[in-house]
Each structure stands twice: as structure tokens, then as C-alpha cells.
């Protein structure tokens, strides 16, 4: 299983970001994806998840600004950021579970600033 995230960067209060994930090694269709992501010095937290039939879970602090989507036919999973808020400023990372396995991306850096 391999997970490669891309699209991230520096982007003003306010702006938008997609990031993606490609993945690779599994039944992609088959397994739900998530979102996570990590501030400086705190834990990794759940963003947001999407099940194999495209049904869809955020946390709160992100509804109405985040969207998750997943195109099976390309293998990607994607994370439309719009509205972003300095509090955004992270490292996010996509996960799938396979057979009680977790696998995790290696992360691509958000940071929202002006």
C-alpha cells in the first residue's frame, strides 16, 4: 500500500486549496479514505472521511469549508479547502485501513498566513 499526498502550501487567510492523495497497492473502490492532520506540537486529528460508496464525515471545525471527494477510476482521493483560517496551518496526511492495518501518506505541509 502506498499513499502520496500532493497539493499543499502557503496560501493566504481566506484562500483555497484541493490537496490530493494517490494511492496505490490495494482495491482502492473497495476501502474508505480519510484526512488528517497535524499542528506544530499537538496530535494528529481526524479531518475527514469518505466510505467506499462516497458517503462522507467531517469534523466540525471544517463543515461548510472542506469537501472530501474520491475519483476511483484514477485512484485519488481529494480535499477541496476553501474559507482557510491560520488555525488550518498543518501537516495533513491521508490514511486508509486495510485488514486492521493502518497506512498513512507522508504528509504534505498546509500553512495559511499573510
Known amino acids: 500500500v502506498q499513499l502520496v499526498e500532493s497539493g499543499g502550501g502557503l496560501v493566504q487567510p481566506g484562500g483555497s486549496l484541493r490537496l490530493s492523495c494517490a494511492a496505490s497497492?490495494?482495491?482502492?473502490?473497495?476501502?474508505?479514505m480519510g484526512w488528517y492532520r497535524q499542528a506544530p506540537g499537538k496530535e494528529r486529528d481526524f479531518v475527514a472521511r469518505i466510505s467506499s460508496g462516497g458517503s462522507t464525515y467531517y469534523v466540525d471545525s471544517v463543515k461548510g469549508r472542506f469537501t472530501i471527494s474520491r475519483d476511483n477510476a484514477k485512484n485519488t482521493v481529494y480535499l477541496q479547502m476553501n474559507s482557510l483560517k491560520p488555525e488550518d496551518t498543518a501537516v495533513y496526511y491521508c490514511?486508509?485501513?486495510?485488514?486492521?492495518?493502518?497506512?498513512w501518506g507522508q504528509g504534505t505541509q498546509v500553512t495559511v498566513s499573510s
Open positions: 490514511k486508509t485501513t486495510n485488514w486492521g492495518t493502518h497506512y
Open positions: 497497492g490495494f482495491t482502492f473502490s473497495s476501502y474508505a
